[in-house]
């Protein structure tokens, strides 16, 4: 991408140099063959990370930076930016009536973690070679459609034809919940009833996956009283953010910036 094609970003008279901008470019998507959309993108949360260190500094904060994992602290723009947040940025804890109130809402929403009685059959492969991965694929397809059409030969199918060591028992895997297998496994399984076959194999990173919803038992509605710290946590958050926003807006709203336009989406 030539920078030079683009105007410089000058915000309140501070012009960012290029190459921050680039820097940021990686961060945005941009529509194969539109690079200019992906340097709008990053030249307008450039501008706003500028705009919030000017602020910083003319409030007079000193970076404080923070451990944000073992070893790892932020940089000092990055401790600049969050402490003028928690100076600018001050919401209200949602009152009992509030909380009370999204939970009656739909008390369906909170339910305890839900339990999964799963069979399966493996086509063993490595997702990373095309072969491999189209070769499987297509004995996962077939025998998918074998599945379908004879639902009851499913754990001789996979005693016969399957990758995995549960082979030995039909395919069956026991009981699972959330977090007990790979993430594109556990998607399938929420979507399957009692009794249903997936109706097109599954990639993980193990291969290609049959899978059989032999039981499944839906999560109990929580009480209030269980639920009420995680609701106000969402409430909490989702108030900081839009105080945030605000808070930003205000700062656009009166700041001369050139080679940016914080009012158009991008």
């Known amino acids: ?34 690079p200019g959309i992906a340097w709008r993108k990053a030249a307008n949360a450039v501008a706003v990370r500028t705009l919030l260190l000017q602020e910083a500094r003319r409030r007079g904060l000193e970076s404080d930076p923070a451990e944000v994992g073992p070893g790892r602290f932020e940089t000092d723009e990055e401790a600049l930016i969050r402490g003028l947040l928690d100076e600018a940025v001050d919401v209200e804890r949602p009152t009992e009536d509030a909380l009370r109130t999204e939970w009656e809402r739909d008390p369906a929403r909170f339910r305890s973690p839900p339990l999964w009685e799963v069979s399966h059959i493996l086509c063993a492969c490595d997702p990373r070679d095309e072969a491999q991965r189209e070769a499987a694929r297509a004995r996962a397809a077939a025998l998918t459609v074998k599945a379908q059409e004879n639902p009851r030969a499913f754990g001789q199918l ?21 977090g007990d297998t790979v993430p594109e496994f556990e998607a399938a399984l929420r979507g399957l009833d009692d009794g249903e076959i997936t109706p097109e194999p599954v990639l993980s ?11 499944v038992a839906q999560g109990a509605v929580l009480p209030y009283e269980t639920v009420r710290p995680r609701i106000a946590e969402a409430m909490e958050k989702a ?5 945030a926003r605000d808070f930003v807006d205000r700062l656009v709203a009166a700041a001369d910036i050139a080679g940016a336009d914080l009012r158009a989406p991008v």
Not at 239 to 243: D, F, G, L, M, N
């Open 1 to 34: 991408m030539n920078a030079a094609l683009f105007p410089d970003l000058v915000v309140n008279g501070e012009t960012v140099p290029h190459a921050a901008i680039a820097a940021e470019v990686q961060n945005h998507e941009a529509p194969k063959g539109k």
């Open 158 to 178: 996979a005693r016969e034809y399957s990758d995995c060591g549960s082979k030995g028992s039909g395919g069956a895997l026991g009981q699972l919940g959330p």
């Open 205 to 215: 990173r193990h291969g290609w996956h049959v899978i059989r919803m032999d039981a």
């Open 239 to 243: 108030a900081w953010t839009r105080a």
